[in-house]
């Protein structure tokens, strides 16, 4: 699946559990970390592990594997690695603090919600 595609996936399953401010950053023309950052909030660690664990479910469903997976237990800002796509789901206090769209404003960013 082409990484277009896959954050497609990815975006269309967050919106579907209510993620909210929901961004999607390019960043293929200035890192090889990825092709793109998925980043939402979750209103409370019960609606964030809730959005990643959604995410994983539907995923593998689709045969795609998650590479690596942090800050599931605290749920305060949980990432799903899935190599050229990277999903953020922030509690929202912890967002507006460590304010990723700021450090990749570099990145081409579409707001979906």
Known sequence: MESRELVEKIV????????????????????????????????????????????????????????HKEGYNSARWILLDYGEVVVHIFHEEDRQFYNLERLWADGVMKHRQ
């Open 12 to 67: 269309s399953i967050l919106e579907e559990k209510k993620a909210k401010d929901l961004n999607i950053i390019d960043i293929r023309e200035i890192s090889i970390l990825a092709d793109y950052f998925v980043i939402c909030s979750g209103t409370s660690t019960t609606h964030i592990k809730t959005l990643a664990d959604e995410v994983e479910e539907k995923m593998l469903e689709a045969g795609i594997e998650l590479l």
